[in-house]
């Protein structure tokens, strides 16, 4: 068995090579630019890790793996033009590079070369896999969809929201260690049980990531703590808060959120008070900690040796127990 790190350095080197030759180069240098930035490579990786547990020879299936990273980078590079974003990963985002047209039709090109890449799995397992890899691919949009529709709303429910997560971030880890599990010979309920060890785990993550955003350190978080709240995001921390809070509570997030004019420090400083004081940090890490042992309980069901499993538990732990 491959460690995740191992299987990181080798993939990141098989990225590297990669090699874009087709014409007008326009069209293909900013997904060479998105390819470059690197990244944790988390769902190529859980794809190789899967296919490991079965057999050795992960090489066989990269094709499938840069299409799982294909894909998931154009999602990014369509989320920072929708969010106006200017920097991803330290650097500048392709519609600040280049322009707004150039993003969408180098996006579009990804998704297709996402499909190639995809196409190169085994012959036998071309349907079942290409099936899967198109339906997560709509439930992507869909999530999509329905954290942008959540902007305009303001009785959005954890359920909603936990579904839409499930939607927008989880579908696409469990889809790569369901894809790499099939490719390595897994049986279907094995691979069922590992593509819900990832939907899990894809929940888990996206919370952490909720809490983090507010409770974080930002050196190592990687990004500016209080941006959720600035913009009113309507994250589980966010709607948990203004469930459990009193009539005074209450009055003072909505107040926050409904102000127009404010100093953005105040505001982090008030609404995490009102966190605090609610006790909507302990609600989130409850929640963490509930799928993470659903994610435990759908591993062990796992029919294999035990010790090939303890990859994927550190992940669990890469992923879902980052430090705050």
């Known amino acids: ?20 030759t ?19 490579r988390i769902r190529p990786v859980l794809m190789l890790l899967a ?12 094709a499938p793996a840069t299409g799982i990273e294909v894909y998931h980078n154009y999602t990014l590079l369509h989320d920072d ?5 200017d920097r991803r990963r330290g650097k500048e985002t392709v519609h600040k590079v280049w322009n707004d047209n150039t993003a969408i039709l180098s996006g579009d090109a990804m998704l297709v070369l996402a499909y190639q890449f995809m196409a190169e799995c085994p012959s036998a397992f071309l349907k079942e ?6 339906l997560t691919a709509l439930e992507i949009c869909e999530g999509q969809q329905m954290d942008m529709e959540f ?12 579904e839409m997560i499930r939607l927008k971030t989880a579908v696409l880890l469990a889809a790569s260690l369901k894809i790499g599990a099939r490719l390595g010979g897994a049986s279907v309920e094995d691979a069922d049980r590992l593509y819900d060890f990832g939907m899990h785990i894809g929940v888990a993550f996206q919370l952490k990531d909720d ?8 050196k190592v978080f990687g990004k500016n703590i209080g941006g959720d709240i600035l913009c009113n995001k309507k994250t589980y921390m966010l709607i948990k808060a203004l469930e459990h809070a009193n009539a005074d509570q209450h009055n003072q997030l ?6 127009e004019t404010f100093q953005p420090a105040e505001k982090i400083a008030a609404v995490t008070e009102l966190y605090d004081r609610i006790g909507v940090k302990a609600v989130c890490e409850n929640k963490i900690l509930e799928y993470s042992n659903r994610a435990m309980e759908s591993l062990a069901a796992v029919s294999i040796a035990e010790e090939k499993k303890e990859e994927l538990k550190k992940i669990i732990e890469n992923l879902i127990y980052r430090e705050v």
């Open 51 to 62: 296919y490991n547990l079965y057999k050795e020879d992960v090489t066989r299936i990269y």
């Open 81 to 85: 033009l929708m969010d106006r974003a």
């Open 22 to 40: 087709r014409t007008p180069k326009g069209l293909y240098a900013p997904v060479e630019y998105v390819l470059s930035m690197g990244g944790k």
């Open 151 to 162: 902007e305009q709303r303001n009785d959005v429910t954890a359920e909603e929201y936990l």
């Open 1 to 20: 068995m491959f460690t995740a790190s191992e299987l990181l350095e080798n993939f990141n080197s098989h990225i590297a090579g990669l090699q874009f």
């Open 254 to 259: 909505n107040s926050w959120i409904n102000a």
């Open 211 to 218: 809490l983090l955003d507010v409770y974080g350190n930002a």
């Open 129 to 134: 896999v290409m099936d899967l890899f198109s």
